[in-house]
T-cell receptor, first 108, second 115 residues
Framework: DAKTTQPPSMDCAEGRAANLPCNHSTISGNEYVYWYRQIHSQGPQYIIHGLKNNETNEMASLIITEDRKSSTLILPHATLRDTAVYYCIVINDYKLSFGAGTTVTVRA | EPEVTQTPSHQVTQMGQEVILRCVPISNHLYFYWYRQILGQKVEFLVSFYNNEISEKSEIFDDRFSVERPDGSNFTLKIRSTKLEDSAMYFC?????????????FGQGTRLTVV
């Protein structure tokens, strides 16, 4: 029942922006895009979510394309502590369906 | 910052025994969940709970599994007759409301090892 497609892995240099893509071409009008991350088997951590407008908080920015078929999570200044698996999840209720996510490795 | 707490952090049990995993959700949250993650695999939904009832459960949540909110603060997952394949990280989560506009707060998990 995967609704999103993410690259399996990516590297990022410390201090640089990390841009994580996600495709959700079958998203429907009332479904939200959520991003969570999981650092080394700890509990998943909420990052950000959005419906159609771009969103920003203290952790990240979320850019959603106008047709809503894809989005990009931006970590503006990646640190070593941002090394984690990042999950893009499309939901229309409360239940989270985690895929394999993108393993992001931030390198010094 | 409020957080979801889970105890114990690691539980080892013999196959066939019963285990209880405990969670203290964030105090003003109304919806509670259990997820599990087998080593190296995806995080999987087990069950959601609201107003002292199960709202939804997955196929994994068979009749060996049960949940309870015994005292208004704790939220427990009980597994009877444990099997080797129950070995996993179990995550508790809570949300203030239902629906697609609320973020879930997860605990740090209980690692269950069935031997």
């Amino acid at each position: 029942d995967a609704k999103t497609t993410q690259p399996p892995s990516m590297d990022c240099a410390e201090g640089r922006a990390a841009n994580l893509p996600c495709n959700h071409s079958t998203i429907s009008g009332n479904e939200y895009v959520y991003w969570y991350r999981q650092i080394h088997s700890q509990g998943p951590q909420y990052i950000i979510h959005g419906l159609k407008n771009n969103e920003t908080n203290e952790m990240a920015s979320l850019i959603i394309t106008e047709d809503r078929k894809s989005s990009t999570l931006i970590l503006p200044h990646a640190t070593l502590r941002d090394t984690a698996v990042y999950y893009c999840i499309v939901i229309n209720d409360y239940k989270l369906s985690f895929g394999a996510g993108t393993t992001v490795t931030v390198r010094a | 910052e409020p957080e979801v707490t889970q105890t114990p952090s690691h539980q080892v049990t013999q196959m066939g025994q019963e285990v209880i995993l405990r969670c203290v959700p964030i105090s003003n949250h109304l919806y509670f969940y259990w997820y599990r993650q087998i080593l190296g695999q995806k995080v999987e939904f087990l069950v959601s709970f609201y107003n002292n009832e199960i709202s939804e459960k997955s196929e994994i949540f068979d009749d060996r599994f049960s949940v309870e909110r015994p005292d208004g603060s704790n939220f427990t997952l009980k597994i009877r007759s444990t099997k080797l394949e129950d070995s996993a990280m179990y995550f508790c989560a809570s949300t203030p409301g239902a629906g697609k506009r609320t973020e879930a707060f997860f605990g740090q998990g209980t690692r269950l090892t069935v031997v």
